[in-house]
């Protein structure tokens, strides 16, 4: 037992050191940070760039009906023509370079001006812009209207005020709109993280095996191993590499994000003039922050977030979701020659973890204590992800089901793998051939 235990450890200590000591391993590591950084300054960048850039609409007003309505502000530039014929604002606003020209002809009432308005640019004019035009001409509008049936707008302000229910739990605690959102959301990124290292981690166990098994390697190593420890070794050394490649973006995206900050000074108040809401909502939240009392309700909503549960159960679900499908991933590079050779074999690996991430995830999101919620929380293949989601909810998942969860799981990896552990054990001294389903059941049922 210890004689096998120090094989296993040598095995893991191997693969780890091979992953961590490969060019393009160091070579990624060094770089994703980077670059994620990198990008993440370009959008910002761009996004200032883009609401620099004002465009200039000419507005040739020959009703009696619009004064005030076309105000600077936002992206947009308001010059007014007078004056010039139709045909004459055209070209004139041709020749400038402007964006376009909005033409309001004269008529009797404004109801009959209406359908005549319209904007002539050099081609389709983007949403955005027909939107803010729009808005200010619906404006214009319902003040007729309002003043049509003797409606003050101090009266329609007064009508259509939202209307912002209390919620409560049966103890008196308020619940803030957005803090279950916002819970959900921490779930759900813990859950990604998962999926991500599922998919890139234990692709990494199947090329590895593959390499190996191609490069004959293989059929010397298991002569003083079995076959078992080898693939036990494998995954858990991959593991350990990716844990540490995790580690190292994680404190050096975090870090250079910093650096990046406080060059371009970058602060909350710039990213809220730079976001696609309207400079009426802006305004309103700036105008209008939450009160004091709601942020620290918030703020212990958020305290109150089961932490130490959540941690622990991410480090299990990690642990436990990674082992399993890693399995899989070495006994499909066991049984195959190379990796295209593999698509045959990827369609039941990946189904359970799309299905976890948005089957499960939407369920969660809408109804977290569901039927659909907690059946994909306790099937093995997708209770990695989905659980992990429910757990920050307000209403704390039931202890049995998390513990029936974590049995399932531990019952699911220890018969994948036997199962793995039987089709590697085969599979990987076939050489030639494209293996089936049908091959893959007859290498289970040998002793």
Avoid: C
């Avoid at 105000?71 to 023509?81: A, D, K, P, Q, V």
């Avoid at 949403?127 to 404006?139: D, V």
């Avoid at 993280?193 to 390499?211: H, K, L, P, Q, T």
């Amino acid at each position: 037992m210890l004689k096998a235990m120090e094989k296993l450890k040598l095995i893991i200590l191997r693969e780890y050191l091979a992953k961590v000591r490969n060019k393009s391993f160091i070579i990624m590591t060094i770089l994703s940070p980077v670059i994620m950084v990198a990008f993440a300054s370009a959008v910002f960048f761009l996004i200032q760039l883009n609401n620099k850039d004002k465009k200039v609409v000419a507005i040739l007003n020959e009703s009696s009906f619009f004064s005030d309505e076309f105000t600077n502000g936002g992206s947009l530039t308001y010059i007014e023509l007078k004056s010039l014929s139709l045909q004459k604002a055209k070209d004139s606003v041709t020749q400038l370079g402007f964006y376009g020209l909005l033409h309001i002809p004269s008529g009797s009432s404004l109801e009959s001006t209406l359908p005549k308005i319209e904007l002539y640019t050099e081609g389709a004019a983007s949403i955005t812009i027909r939107s803010i035009l729009e808005k200010r001409i619906t404006k214009r509008m319902q003040a007729e209207k309002l003043k049509k049936y003797e409606i003050s707008q101090e009266a329609m302000d007064d009508i259509s005020e939202d209307y912002a229910l209390k919620n409560a739990d049966f103890y008196g605690k308020e619940n803030l709109k957005g803090v279950n959102e916002i819970r959900s959301f921490i779930g759900a990124a813990l859950g990604y993280i998962i999926m991500m290292f599922i998919v890139v981690y234990g692709a990494f166990v199947m090329r590895s095996v593959i390499e190996e098994k191609t490069s004959r390697i293989i059929e010397v190593i298991i002569s003083s191993v079995k076959p078992f420890q080898l693939m036990l070794g494998k995954i858990i050394g991959t593991g350990l590499a990716g844990i540490t490649q995790f580690s190292i973006w994680i404190v050096s995206a975090l870090v250079l994000m910093a650096i990046v900050s406080a060059i371009l000074g970058v602060n909350a108040s710039d990213y809220m003039e730079n976001t696609n809401l309207p400079a009426e909502a802006v305004e309103k939240l700036k105008e209008s922050p939450p009160s004091h009392e709601k942020v620290q309700i918030m703020i212990q909503e958020i305290v109150d977030i089961p932490w130490v549960t959540l941690l622990i159960s991410f480090a299990l679900y990690f642990s436990l979701g990674y082992l399993i499908y890693s399995s899989i991933y070495a006994a499909i590079g066991a049984a195959v020659d190379s990796e295209t050779d593999t698509q045959q074999f990827m369609l039941p690996v990946i189904l359970p973890i799309l299905l976890a991430v948005y089957v499960g995830g939407f369920s969660v999101f809408s109804n977290p204590h569901g039927p659909i919620a907690v059946a994909f929380s306790l099937f093995p293949l997708t209770s990695p992800i989905v659980m992990l989601m429910r757990i920050p909810a307000d209403i704390p998942v039931p202890t049995w089901q998390i513990l029936l969860s974590i049995t399932l799981l531990i019952g699911t990896f220890l018969l994948l793998v036997w199962t793995a552990a039987k089709i590697y054990r085969v599979g990987i001294l076939m050489h030639g051939k494209k293996p089936s389903y049908k091959d893959l059941y007859k290498w289970l049922k040998y002793s």
